[in-house]
C-alpha cells in the first residue's frame, strides 16, 4: 500500500483550484526555471518575452551545477546535453604541458539549457514578441502592460527581464549595475575547425591558463550543433577575462557598425581591428596553444562584467527573479543554479503556504536574499583575487 501525505496533496491542488495565475516578463533561463516549477504545483503560467522569434545564444559554456539538474529531474523536464572531462589542467603563460588535476565534471551550453527547458513548457504558455511594458498592482492582483497596449492580469507577477530590469530600475531606483573593470571575450569553436594538434591537448580537461600581465583564460568542450555530444561533432568553448580600464569601455563596446552596445557585443559584431588587436594580445599574453584557439575563432563575442546586488526582491505581489535581482560574476558558475534555485525555492514556499500567498512570498524572498548575497560575495572574491595577482604583475 502506498501511503500518501493529503495536507501536500491539498496543498498541490490549491493553485489549480482556485485558478492561481502567475506572469512572467522575460523568457530566458529565469523566466522558463519558474514556468516549469510552478506549473508542477498547479498554477496557471503565461511567460512574455520580448524577442519575437528564436532566442540568441547569450552565452557559450556553462559548468553543470546541481541545482539546475535538480530542478530539471524533479520537473519532468530535460534531458540536459552534457560533456565532460576527467579534470583540469593548469599552464603558464609561457608554454608547457602545464600541471594535471583530477576531478571529474560536466559541461552543457547557454543554448543547451534553453532547449531543455523551453521543450518543457507548453507553446500555449509562451508569448513571444509580448514585452512587457509597464506593471502595476491593485489590491492582490497584478496588472502587466504589454508593449502591443494589452493589459493582463495575474495573481503574482515575476520579473525575469534579466540584468537590465526596466521592473528593478522602476522598483528599486538607486540600484545600478558596477563595472568590475574587466570584460570576459568569449568564443566558440566546432571540433572540426580545432586544429588536429590540440584536439587531444584540449579533451577530457577543463584547462585554464594564467596571462602575462594578469587574469586569466579557461576552455572545455560544450555540446555542439542540437546538443550533440559524440567526439567530432562537440564544440571547444572558451572564456578570456581582460582587463579593460572604464575610460576605454565605451570604444570596446562599439561594434563593425559603429554602434554603441549596453554591455555587450553579440557573435559576429566584434570590429576585425577589436579581433585583430585580441588575437596579437593572444599571442603576447597566454599559452600558445590558448593564443592560438583564440586566433582560429572567427567571431568571438563580449561581455561587461558588472556586478548588480539587491536588499529586496519583493514588491507586493511582483518579484524580482535571475539577474533582474542579482548579477553574480560568472567565475563563480553560478547564474544558472541561482535561476534554478530560485524557481525551485519560490515554488517550495508556495506549496507548503497554500492559500496564504503573502507569506510563501516573504519565505522565498528570504532564500533568494540569502542565496543571492553569498553568491554575490563569492564571485567578488574570486573577482579581486585576480585583480589582487594583476597588480602583483
Known amino acids: 500500500m502506498i501511503l500518501r501525505d493529503s495536507t501536500l496533496e491539498e496543498r498541490m491542488s490549491w493553485h489549480a483550484e482556485q485558478g492561481f495565475t502567475v506572469g512572467i516578463g522575460g523568457g530566458s533561463i529565469a523566466g522558463l526555471c519558474n514556468a516549469i516549477a510552478l506549473r508542477k504545483i498547479g498554477a ?12 540568441l545564444a547569450r552565452g557559450a559554456g556553462i559548468v553543470v551545477q546541481s541545482e539546475l539538474t535538480r530542478l530539471l529531474a524533479e520537473n519532468g523536464a530535460g534531458p540536459l546535453p552534457r560533456t565532460s572531462c576527467r579534470g583540469r589542467r593548469y599552464l603558464d603563460y609561457d608554454g608547457g604541458d602545464g600541471v594535471l588535476e583530477e576531478g571529474p565534471q560536466e559541461f552543457t551550453s547557454w543554448e543547451a539549457v534553453h532547449a531543455a527547458l523551453r ?6 504558455c509562451y508569448h513571444a514578441g509580448s514585452e512587457v511594458t509597464a506593471v502595476t498592482q491593485k489590491a492582490s492582483k497584478v496588472m502587466a502592460t504589454l508593449v502591443d497596449g494589452t493589459v493582463v492580469e495575474s495573481d503574482l507577477f515575476l520579473s525575469a527581464d534579466g540584468s537590465g530590469s526596466a521592473t528593478r530600475q522602476t522598483m528599486l531606483p538607486d540600484v545600478v549595475a558596477r563595472y568590475a573593470g574587466y570584460v570576459a571575450w568569449r568564443g566558440t569553436l566546432d571540433e572540426s575547425d580545432v586544429p588536429r594538434e590540440f584536439l587531444s591537448f584540449f579533451d577530457d580537461r577543463f584547462t ?15 555540446p555542439g550543433r542540437d546538443g550533440a555530444v559524440a567526439a567530432g561533432s562537440r564544440r571547444l568553448n572558451w572564456v578570456w577575462y581582460v582587463h579593460v580600464s572604464p575610460t576605454d569601455l565605451a570604444g570596446v563596446l562599439t561594434d563593425k557598425n559603429g554602434l554603441r552596445h549596453r554591455s ?10 577589436a579581433v585583430a588587436t585580441l588575437q596579437a594580445r593572444a599571442s603576447r599574453e597566454i599559452h600558445p596553444k590558448m593564443a592560438a584557439l583564440v586566433s582560429a575563432t572567427p ?28 548579477v553574480v560574476r560568472p567565475h563563480t558558475a553560478g547564474g544558472t543554479a541561482k535561476a534554478a534555485y530560485e524557481a525551485a ?12 500567498i503573502d507569506v510563501a512570498l516573504s519565505s522565498a524572498e528570504r532564500q533568494q536574499l540569502e542565496y ?18 594583476r597588480r602583483a604583475d
Open 372 to 389: 543571492g548575497s553569498a553568491l554575490y560575495e563569492y564571485g567578488l572574491a574570486l573577482g579581486n583575487r585576480w585583480l589582487r595577482e
Open 264 to 273: 555587450s557585443i553579440p557573435r559576429g559584431a566584434a570590429p576585425e581591428s
Open 208 to 222: 585554464f591558463s594564467g596571462a602575462r600581465s594578469g587574469g586569466h583564460i579557461l576552455a572545455y568542450f560544450i
Open 119 to 124: 521543450a518543457a513548457v507548453p507553446d500555449e
Open 44 to 55: 496557471t503560467v503565461r511567460i512574455y518575452e520580448r524577442v519575437p522569434g528564436s532566442m
Open 299 to 326: 567571431d568571438p563575442f563580449l561581455q561587461t562584467i558588472v556586478d548588480v546586488r539587491v536588499s529586496k526582491t519583493l514588491f507586493g505581489r511582483v518579484l524580482l527573479t535571475g539577474d533582474a535581482a542579482f
Open 345 to 356: 525555492a519560490l515554488a517550495g514556499a508556495l506549496n507548503s503556504a497554500g492559500a496564504n
